[in-house]
C-alpha cells in the first residue's frame, strides 16, 4: 500500500524559505512521476512542481525561480524547496505519485505571513 507523509510546513515570513518533504512508503521516488500540488482557501488545486521517472522537473509561472522539487532516493522521500515566499503562497500543500493511480499525501499547511 502506497503511502505519503508530508511535513515542513508551518509559519514563515514573506521572503523566507521552506523546505517540505514527502516520505513516500509502497513504493519508490526514483519509479515514478511525483509532484506538489497546493490548494488556497477558496481556490482550485494547482500544481506547483512536478517530476518525472527520468529526473524532468517542471513549475508553473508562479513559482519558477522559487521553488525547486527534487528527490533522495536513498530515504525514498521528495521535497519542494521554497524560497522567496510571497503571502500568495500560503496554501494547503499536497504531494502525489503517480503510477496507473495517483496517491496523495493529507496535506500540510503553509502560512506565509507577517
Known amino acids: 500500500q502506497v503511502q505519503l507523509v508530508e511535513s515542513g510546513g508551518g509559519l514563515v515570513q514573506p521572503g523566507g524559505s521552506l523546505r517540505l518533504s514527502c516520505a513516500v512508503s509502497?513504493?519508490?521516488?526514483?519509479?515514478?512521476?511525483m509532484g506538489w500540488y497546493r490548494q488556497a482557501p477558496g481556490k482550485e488545486r494547482e500544481m506547483v512542481a512536478s517530476i518525472t521517472r527520468g529526473g524532468s522537473d517542471y513549475y508553473p509561472e508562479s513559482v519558477k525561480g522559487r521553488f525547486t522539487i527534487s528527490r533522495n532516493v536513498a530515504e525514498n522521500t521528495l521535497y519542494l524547496q521554497m524560497n522567496s515566499l510571497k503571502p500568495e503562497d500560503t496554501a494547503v500543500y499536497y504531494c502525489?505519485?503517480?503510477?496507473?493511480?495517483?496517491?496523495w499525501g493529507k496535506g500540510i499547511l503553509v502560512t506565509v505571513s507577517q
Open positions: 509502497g513504493s519508490s521516488v526514483s519509479l515514478n512521476t
Open positions: 502525489y505519485l503517480r503510477t496507473l493511480f495517483d496517491y
